[in-house]
């Protein structure tokens, strides 16, 4: 399995898994363009090479770009998300999309090489994530916009995987103090149903890395209130706070960049 992120921002978002069989994208954030062209640069394919696209949330352009693009250009794609996502598509691009070009979410999918399981997220929209599972091999679980993901269920369910993304967007204290942006604005992307944090993505890593994992790709970093640096310096410092070191000394971390791509 590998996975690569092609674009990450508030920018655009997308994220390109491959597996066994299928070549698989997460978001399409940006113009359908510029994603063949990170998809030709990252892997020699582009969005003739995909087969099902899934689309974490709607309403936020940075994740649905070019949902129509592809749909009418790309007859073979199939899109899957939740039935309220692919509802406010429909309200987002005012018109009704062909529903047979989509798999409507619900519980595990289970399919001839894999196993599709969606997760809810808190974020102000409905947002889920998910775990992509080759059988008898590999599994990568993404996890997009969101507040604080704390369910006890759910980080059991995704426990001990081999790779994951995870949200790191701000640093608390960037956020709170940043000069450019509104109150109204800071409240949303600090509120529980918002944003992560760099300290509370860590916290998130502690509890789902298990014997098995083998790479961290930190996503979605804001612009104005976080860099890879800061992020870094924050996650490798609580590593060591909470005595991780061990636990960590084999597993890879990453950033997702904007307008570069980032192989886990």
Not at 21 to 30: A, C, P, Q, R, T
Not at 75 to 90: R, T
Not at 177 to 195: A, F, I, M, P
């Amino acid at each position: 399995m590998r996975v690569i992120s092609l674009m990450s921002g508030s920018k655009g978002n997308c994220t390109l898994v491959v597996t066994e069989k299928y070549n698989l994208l997460i978001d399409v954030g940006g113009s359908a363009k510029k994603i063949n062209e990170q998809l030709m640069i990252s892997y020699g394919i582009d969005l003739d090479d995909i087969g099902i696209i899934f689309i974490t949330h709607s309403s936020h352009i940075d994740h649905i770009n070019s949902v129509k693009t592809i749909l009418n250009k790309y007859e073979h794609i199939k899109f899957y998300c939740s039935e309220v996502v692919y509802n406010e598509l429909n309200e987002h691009f005012k018109t009704i999309l062909d529903e047979n070009r989509f798999i409507i979410s619900s519980l595990q999918s289970t399919g001839k090489s894999l196993d599709i399981t969606p997760f809810k997220l808190n974020h102000d929209k409905e947002c889920q994530g998910y775990m992509i599972s080759e059988h008898n091999g590999e599994t990568y679980v993404h996890i997009a916009d969101n507040g604080k993901l704390w369910d006890k269920d759910i980080i059991q369910a995704l426990y001990n995987k081999e790779y994951y993304s995870i949200e790191s967007n701000h640093d608390l204290t960037l956020q709170i103090n940043d000069t450019k942006r509104h109150e109204g604005l800071k409240r949303r992307v600090l509120g529980v149903y918002g944003h992560t944090a760099n300290h509370d993505a860590m916290e998130l890593a502690f509890k789902l890395v298990g014997e098995r994992t083998k790479g961290i790709l930190f996503n979605h970093l804001s612009e104005h209130c976080n860099s890879v640096e800061l992020a870094s310096l924050t996650h490798d410092n609580l590593i060591g706070i909470w005595g991780k070191r061990t636990e960590f000394k084999n597993i890879k971390i990453k950033y997702a960049l904007q307008d570069n791509i980032v192989e886990l």
